[in-house]
């Protein structure tokens, strides 16, 4: 299905105005779902109730109202509430050019994607090279909604990309991490080298998201299928439950062991068959790899899809 655009505006700065199009960028890839039953097996839904006659409220009879006091409200009429709405602008106005790494992924919100509209394919195709060829994304500010946003307009890295649109945090919705009070540990340079060559062995030059499954999601939908089919969900022991300090305690001889066990398993390996390389235990290696870590993950959940019964589907939705 194609792809439906949520708004048109006008990216612009200086004299120029490039007609564009905003797409939602992200979808969402929620837990599995569970809804509210009586113990009759009947569906529950939700009412408004009335705090101060107790008397359920249709939608009709609903107001909207802020709360400037306690228990004191102003309240607004449907014009009012879209008086209020109409300052919005249908221009995002970029304010200056930085660098693509200015900015610290702390501070990403929600992103969009921007398309070209009519008569936009040129000068958009213009930002979008300049901005790659210079490193530099731009800072802008939009007005949507009835809030105004500080955004990042930076291209997309892939060849048939485009432009994205990522609505960026204020300063006073990111908590200072001076909160933590985290305490600092003087560390040895042999211990920083094992620790260096540890990141050696598992480190990677990109990253891949096709290559992450949400193996929870797979977990409980597979005992699901179970429960569809008649049988009890057994409730499996946690892994890694068992105390780092009952295995490794000293920093140095866990860096020494997970690079021993990690070139044992290496060696072997079955050359054809990569998944039978064991990864290190979870005391010894807290950080595993998430490529190693998807080599050792069963095949079950993958058969289980293949030879699912028809209420399987249905468990999916």
């Not at 969900?233 to 105390?243: D, L, Q, T, Y």
């Not at 990690?262 to 064991?278: G, W």
Request: proline residues 5%; charged residues 30%; glycine residues 4%.
């Amino acid at each position: 299905m194609a792809a439906r655009s949520i708004a048109s505006l006008s990216l612009s700065f200086g004299l120029v105005s490039i007609p564009v199009k905003v797409f939602s960028a992200t979808e969402s890839g929620a837990a599995v779902h569970f809804n509210m039953l009586h113990s009759c097996g009947s569906r529950l839904k939700q009412q408004y109730v009335c705090v101060k006659e107790g008397v359920v409220v249709e939608r009709a009879d609903m107001i909207k109202g802020y709360e400037f006091d306690k228990d004191r409200y102003v309240t607004f009429t449907p014009a009012e509430l879209k008086a209020l709405e109409e300052s919005a602008r249908h221009t995002i106005d970029i304010v200056s050019f930085i660098p693509l790494k200015a900015v610290d992924p702390i501070y990403y919100d929600k992103a969009y994607y921007l398309a070209p509209d009519k008569r936009g394919a040129k000068p958009y195709e213009l930002l979008r090279q300049a901005m790659l060829e210079s490193g530099r994304c731009a800072l802008a500010r939009w007005a949507w909604k009835g809030k105004q946003y500080v955004v990042q307009v930076r291209p997309a890295e892939t060849e048939d990309g485009g432009l994205i649109l990522q609505q960026l945090l204020y300063a006073d919705e990111v908590r200072s991490m001076r909160e933590l009070e985290i305490e600092r540990a003087e560390i040895s340079k042999p211990e920083l080298q094992l620790a260096l060559q540890l990141i050696d062995q598992i480190a990677a030059d990109d990253y891949d998201p096709a290559e992450f499954k949400d193996e929870e999601k797979v977990r409980v939908l597979a005992a699901i299928d179970e429960k569809i089919a008649g049988k009890a969900i057994v409730v499996a022991e946690p892994v890694g439950a068992e105390s780092a300090d009952a295995k490794i305690i000293d920093l140095t001889e866990a860096l020494r062991a997970s690079l021993t066990g990690r070139k044992a398993a290496a060696k072997t390996a079955a050359p054809a068959a990569p998944a039978a390389a064991a990864a290190p235990a979870a005391a010894e290696l807290p950080r595993k790899s998430a490529k190693r870590a998807r080599a050792a993950e069963p095949a079950e959940a993958a058969d289980e899809a293949a030879t699912a019964p028809a209420p399987r589907a249905r468990a999916r939705k």
